[in-house]
């Protein structure tokens, strides 16, 4: 069979920094990339660059201990290399446990058909779970040392696939535990799951078996028979696995960082049996597609909310921070006691820049429910249902649907895109192979388009006719009642028909001469990100901290009325957020209208509060409606595990 290759093989002396000092893990990524391409193993720098990076994005790859190791793989990368970097100081590397990260390994793998170099890259992997290890290649005084460290831990460990395949027969009373791990890329975490979960075995002392589905393809399968006779069954994926054949059996799912920073707590559950039994649709059933989706229906929904709406929130906090410069711009320069009707509905294009900038924030803001759409049907169907999810996002964008049409668009796509490879499974072959490239996005999109125009869209569009209407006959009830329905309504779906409705209402009343209904339409606006950003100070624990950093950001966006900087937290817990923000804007507009405030401006938010009538009840309206949602949020919302 050949001489086995060494893990120092793929490790040029070039490629190892033993003092790096990035500054964060941007920093750090580019730093490795530029080691690697010092190893001349890289033939498109920029394009293995992107190719880390995008590995990135599908999950951190700092597992931990201080330990990162990042990957890239495909045509930029001529022959396959590790690069090397010891940070003395720590650096922010988003990692699973969040401490910083000190050891750094940066893998380039070619797309070749000899993947003799995943194994020894696995073998690493797996190596850097002992922290000993970890530890001595820390204190190295020098690349020579550095790499004896490495040399010496490859002569003495077994290869990987030996030690799993090796793991002979369960005693008498132990219990048998099967696992599988698998990542998207199939080079380190499934391996480091793998050595994860059989460590925690030893030490519980039962039996495992554990099958890897790396990019080498699937090692160590387990049997119809061990199956038959297993305890419990870890699934510790971020990829697809095959899983209809554990149906009727406990079944652990779980994303493959668990494995590698959760193995203990897996293998206790395991062995208590605290793991539902799995129940294959059809028998035919293959789960695990996303990248961070667990056992429970709920989280599955959660996960493909919030790749949705991490995607979507850097559209939503760029254009809404413009748009709000463009109503600061247009407050300063322009009298707005000296502009007509006509006038002040276009503030914020009064002056060339603020236009501009009004224009450029919206632009961006056209892309947001695009994405949200695109990227929640990725989440379940994979590549090939972004085009549908945007095409559904833009349908609903365009149409009377708004947010929450887009957030049906998502999950059709997603489902759309599931149903549409099963009818092609049974296709002859040669057509199967052209499924992806041309009937997915050919019917897909036929499918999203009819599903859009004749059900999402007409529902909704319902739902807004009949909402004005209520609205109109409206106009001689208690005032109150109706600025508590109207605050309401602006935040029942931040954007959507409801918030529609109301603000039409509110500018069609200016129109009439009624200005009060518009100061407490837009209060009640104003009110959910306001709310938001306040309890991502208040209550730290209910938040993530993606959201935690974005949610300052949304004070701006509140005070100049724009209530979509609300939307990426509402989309991502919906049960909860949207009953809170929905009674602080009713609360804010009811306060409005029992203090007799009054608007003459269809928008503009703080910007505008020269024209309010009595804008000392005004601030006192909207603050109290923030702090309401705020403290609504802080009870409602769960604690976030991160």
């Known amino acids: ?43 498109d720098k920029e394009a293995y660059r992107n190719q880390v990076y995008e590995r990135e994005e599908e999950s951190t790859t700092g597992i931990g201990e201080g330990i990162a190791i ?73 690349v020579d040392e550095f790499l004896a460290i490495i040399d010496k831990a490859d002569e003495e460990r077994g290869s990987i696939d030996e030690r799993l395949a090796n793991t002979g027969a369960a005693v008498s009373g132990q219990a048998k535990i099967l696992a599988v791990t698998s990542c998207p890329t199939g080079i380190a975490h499934t391996y480091m799951a793998a050595e994860g979960i059989e460590k925690a075995a030893k030490e519980k002392g039962c039996y495992v078996k554990i099958e890897t589905r790396g990019s080498g393809g699937a090692k160590n399968v387990l049997t119809a028979k061990d199956i038959e006779e297993a305890d419990c069954i870890i699934v510790a994926a971020d990829a697809q696995v095959p899983m209809e054949r554990f149906d009727g059996k406990k079944v652990i799912e779980c994303q493959v960082s668990d494995g590698i920073s959760k193995a203990a707590e897996l293998l206790e559950r395991a062995v208590s049996g605290d793991a539902p039994v799995y129940h294959a649709a059809a028998g035919t059933r293959t789960a695990v597609q996303s990248a961070k989706k667990s056992g429970s229906v709920g989280h599955q929904i959660y996960t493909q909310l919030m790749n949705g709406v991490s995607h979507m929130l850097p559209f939503v906090v760029g254009g809404g921070i413009l748009i709000a410069i463009a109503f600061l711009i247009d407050g300063i320069c ?59 996002g833009m349908i609903a964008s365009g149409g009377k649907s708004g947010f929450l049409g887009a957030l049906v668009a998502g999950f059709a796509a997603g489902y759309t895109i599931v149903l549409l490879r099963k009818l092609c499974d049974k296709l002859p072959e040669f057509l199967e192979k052209i499924a992806p490239v041309l009937i997915y996005p050919l019917a897909g999109i036929l499918i999203m388009g009819l599903l859009m125009s004749f059900a999402v869209e007409p529902i909704m569009g319902s739902i807004n006719t009949a909402l004005n209407n209520g609205l109109t006959s409206m106009g001689g009830m208690s005032k109150v009642v109706l600025g508590l329905i109207l605050g309401g309504m602006m935040a029942i779906d931040m954007g959507g028909p409801f918030n529609k409705a109301a603000y039409v209402f509110g500018t069609a009343s200016i129109a009439a001469g009624n200005y009060d209904i518009m100061a407490a339409v837009m209060v009640g606006g104003m009110t959910p990100p306001c709310a938001i950003a306040l309890a991502t100070l208040l209550f730290k624990n209910k938040f993530t901290k993606e959201e935690r950093e974005s949610g300052p950001t949304n004070f701006i966006m509140g005070l100049a009325f724009i209530t979509e900087g609300a939307i990426p937290f509402a989309a991502s817990d ?62 409602l919302k769960k604690n976030v595990e991160e």
């Open 1 to 43: 069979m050949g001489r086995e290759m060494r893990i120092t093989e793929l490790l040029d002396r070039r490629s190892i920094l033993l003092n790096g000092t990035p500054k964060n893990k941007n920093e750090a990524l580019d730093q490795m990339v530029e080691l690697m391409v010092k190893s001349g193993k890289i033939k």
């Open 70 to 142: 990042p990957h890239g793989r495909g045509e930029s990368v001529e022959r396959p290399g590790l690069a090397a970097m010891v940070v003395k100081g720590g650096v922010d590397f988003d990692s699973l446990d969040g401490e910083p990260v000190t050891l750094i390994f940066l893998i380039a793998a070619p797309n070749t058909k000899d993947n003799v170099h995943l194994d020894v890259l696995s073998k690493l992997s797996m190596l850097m779970m002992d922290e000993g290890f970890s530890d001595n290649l820390r204190n190295a005084g020098s």
């Open 334 to 392: 322009v009298d707005m006691n000296a502009l007509d009707v006509a006038e002040r509905a276009n503030f914020g294009t009064i002056t060339p820049v603020a236009a501009w900038l009004k224009g450029l924030g919206g632009t961006a803001f056209g892309f947001m429910l695009p994405v949200l759409a695109g990227f929640i049907a990725m989440a379940i169907g994979d590549r090939p249902a972004l085009a549908l999810g945007f095409v559904g």
């Open 574 to 635: 919906p049960l909860h957020v949207l009953p809170a923000c929905l009674a602080g804007s009713g609360v804010a507009g009811a306060l409005s209208m029992l203090s007799g405030c009054t608007l003459m401006a269809p928008h503009g938010g703080i910007f505008v509060f020269p024209v309010v009538g009595n804008p000392l009840m005004y601030v006192v309206a909207m603050l109290a409606g923030t702090l309401v949602s705020a403290v609504l949020l802080g009870v």
